[in-house]
């Protein structure tokens, strides 16, 4: 053994093989595309277009609405359209810019590239901000936010999430693949900004290719090292992964900083690289369209605003109707009702799946097993939880400890009851953490 | 695009395992010893096998019928239940004890409670013990190759010298599965193989149970003595079938081994001062009733609050 990793967690059959052979092609958006002005947690950033001006592709269309918020760029060159609500793969209704794309993708002049070195910290943290970068796995978390701690000479691990532990997705994969110059380019970017860090890749084993390529790539940085983990979910999540690359652990009421660590992904890492070397804000993402109802699998550099229905006519298109269509992973990514949702900075893959594996299984009445308890992460009780949340019980919620759930539907996965474990611990948690405001 | 896809909450995929092949592979678990016994005690043997396993799906089937339930006898919970319960009966038990014992586990034992996962109780053994305290004549009296006579356990208890040869193949007085370790111990295998269940509680019962039985036992360390507690009674099947039941163990790891380590000291007291040779059945229904106790003292710790290992 010998691998790094963390107690708990499960072995889904990963799904990757679909496409993970595939190249990153570039998707070319049709005449419409629409940009949600809340791509982020915090504040939804504010249009500072106005209806029918012409806008190029890297112009920023939308600046940020506050400190914890993230400015939005045009992928294309076009006409402003209109401003107005729109559904996202979450299911919420969100006020978006649409614009019509004049199909010349004419570029704007974003900013000098200055050489790294002769870049002040507030400087690199203003482009960050500026460029709009925030967490692409899937949280949206502004990164500039996430790269001011309090005590930013206490940081003593930049962790690279490059575990990609959500079956079927293989962006990551891909963008290490082929550029982890790049990747290894933001971790250089980001390590200027913490003079005492180490930076870490944490890369699960099921990816050796990667794995070689970065030793290679990092062998004569220092202050640069891969560490390989045991396969399984969810190996990525921010506290396993700290734990398995640091053994830190920290729980729901700390920050990663706390333990000395800030954990980025592949995409992100990508994104800081192109801003602050390359001079390019982030206006598009690498997307996996996969599933056993999409005619060809593959990933796509697919610029945001796009329609999530295009990206899927380029791969080939649904073969039949899918009962299912998760945007994410399947194990937390959200189930979308429609395709016409844009792609957004948080769109890792759009999956189709011909049979709804959560429909097939109606729940029934818990027999006990523990199965749960061995899979949970988080080393809480979820049978458990999952009955005082379907009571109301807040009181012996949080006495068995309900808020540390991370929602990695661990649980629910391995349940031989099919009991929505998850999704009745997650909307208790919800309650009581606004209680907690209260 | 005018179709709209399913909507849930994540994740949306789910294992392959369910509730009803984890009671098909204890099923199938059992066979070894139930083969085993139809093959030693007779077609009599076969003929109480069957109608108690048949009495509690029927029981199961009228009530939740009766009650306008959902019908869940697909699920194989009752089948295990009367299997297990047969397992548990004397070869010579009459037909009416056999039906009695499997509604009583399944209507009283489990569906009054709230059926599947609700019973504070293992369903098999509180209705063998129902049925010992009733019938204790009936119960007690094992006829083996058309003589009566006491059973190993009993002569040990006794000071009289037992065959543990005998006792480990089956060719022994006993309750139809309870007899022969090596088919218990062939089914177990299975079991531990197929992940439906772990060493912590049998292996913390019988270790406990090893040094209850060195430490009190006046005999000191006598490997035969040792060895025919081991195999003698409902121990194995108790330790590998009953005491693993999921429902009425608890949750936590740690409280498994507490529990574990419960049975283990209730069996070797229970079989050594007690007036009963046997001990396994009690002491796994009282241990059942410390459960919720057991439970709330061992907590896990959460990740991130000292519960990293």
């Known amino acids: 053994m010998g691998l790094l990793t963390f107690k708990g967690g499960i072995h889904p059959d990963d799904g990757k093989k679909l496409s993970k052979d595939k190249p990153i092609v570039e998707a070319k958006p049709g005449k419409e595309l629409v940009y949600p002005l809340s791509q982020h947690i915090g504040a939804p950033a504010n249009p500072i277009v106005e209806i029918g001006a012409r806008v190029l592709r890297g112009e920023k269309i939308a600046e940020a609405g506050g400190f914890v918020s993230a400015p939005i760029y045009s992928s294309v060159s076009g006409t402003v359209k209109a401003i107005a609500p729109h559904f996202t793969s979450t299911g919420a209704k969100v006020n978006s810019i649409i614009i019509e794309n004049d199909e010349q993708y004419e570029e704007a002049k974003w900013r000098e590239v200055i050489p790294l070195e002769q870049m002040k910290k507030e400087e690199i943290l203003n482009c960050i901000a500026e460029a709009g970068i925030v967490g692409m796995g899937g949280a949206g978390f502004p990164t500039r936010v996430k790269l001011s701690p309090k005590e930013p000479e206490k940081i003593e691990y930049i962790i690279a999430n490059c575990a990609e532990c959500e079956p079927y997705i293989t962006a990551d994969y891909r963008r290490m693949l082929e550029t982890p110059e790049k990747l290894v380019g933001g971790m250089k970017v980001v390590l200027q900004l913490f003079e005492n860090a180490k930076g870490i890749f944490g890369i699960e084993d099921n990816k050796p290719d990667c794995i070689e390529k970065l030793k290679e790539l990092t062998k004569d940085e220092p202050r640069m090292e891969v560490k390989v983990l045991q396969t399984k979910y969810p190996q990525g999540a921010e506290r396993q992964l700290i734990y398995a690359t640091t053994k830190r652990a920290i729980n729901s009421s700390m920050l990663p900083a706390d333990a000395g660590c800030i954990v980025d992904n592949v995409e992100t890492l990508i994104a800081i690289y192109e801003a602050v070397i390359s001079g390019k804000p982030l206006y598009e993402r690498v997307v996996t369209v996969s599933g056993d109802a999409v005619k060809e699998p593959g990933n796509f550099l697919a610029p945001c605003g796009m329609s999530q229905m295009e990206l899927i006519e380029m791969a080939g298109g649904f073969e039949g109707v899918p009962e299912k269509v998760i945007s994410g992973g399947p194990m937390m990514g959200f189930a979308m009702f429609s395709t016409e949702v844009p792609v957004t900075k948080t769109s890792s893959a759009i999956l189709g799946f011909s049979k709804d594996e959560v429909k097939k299984h109606e729940p029934s009445a818990c027999i006990n097993c523990g199965r749960c308890v061995d899979a949970c992460p988080s080393r809480i009780v979820p049978s458990r939880l999952a009955d005082f949340a379907e009571r109301h019980d807040e009181e012996s919620f949080l006495k068995w400890e309900g808020l540390e759930c991370v929602e990695c539907g661990s649980c629910s996965y391995v349940c031989p009851a099919k009991r929505h474990l998850k999704q009745a611990i997650g909307s208790m948690r919800k309650i009581a953490l606004a209680n907690k405001k209260k | ?309």
Not at chain 2, 14 to 35: C, D, E, S, W, Y
Not at chain 2, 101 to 130: D, H, S, T, Y
């Open chain 2, 1 to 309: 695009m005018n179709e709209t896809f399913n909507i849930s909450s994540s994740p949306h995929i789910r294992a392959k395992v369910t509730t009803g092949n984890i009671m098909f592979l204890v099923l199938i678990a059992l066979m070894p010893t139930t083969l085993f016994g139809i093959y030693n005690f007779g077609v009599q043997a076969l003929g109480i096998v069957f109608l108690t396993v048949a009495s509690a799906v029927a029981t199961e089937y009228l009530f939740e019928r009766f009650m306008g339930k959902k019908i869940t006898i697909a699920d194989g919970s009752a089948a295990v239940t009367g299997l297990l319960l047969a397992l548990n009966l004397p070869p010579t038990a009459p037909w009416w004890m056999c039906v009695l014992g499997a509604v009583f586990a399944i209507l009283v034992v489990k569906q009054l409670f709230g059926g599947l996962g609700q019973n504070f109780m293992n369903p098999a053994l509180a209705a063998r013990c129902f049925l010992l305290i009733s019938f204790t004549g009936r119960m007690t009296t094992f006829v083996y190759d058309g003589v009566s006579g006491a059973t190993p356990l009993a002569q040990l208890k006794t000071g009289e010298s037992v065959n543990t040869m005998d006792m480990l193949i089956g060719n022994i007085a006993g309750t139809i599965g309870e007899t022969s370790v090596i088919a218990i111990m062939i089914g177990a295998m299975f079991l531990l193989f197929m992940g439906v269940i772990d060493l912590r509680i049998p292996g913390t019962y019988l270790i406990t149970f090893i040094v209850m039985i060195v430490l009190f036992s006046g005999k000191g360390f006598d490997l035969n003595y040792l060895t025919a507690q081991l195999c003698g009674g409902g121990l194995m099947l108790g330790a590998w079938f009953m005491a693993t039941d999921y429902v009425t163990a608890p949750i936590t790891k740690n409280g498994q081994i507490l529990y574990g380590v419960c049975l283990g000291v209730l069996t070797g007291l229970f079989r050594l001062l007690g007036r009963s040779a046997e001990g396994v059945s009690y002491a796994i229904i009282i241990s059942n009733l410390l459960v919720p106790l057991i439970e709330r003292v061992t907590r896990p710790r959460p990740f991130g609050k000292g519960g990293e290992r």
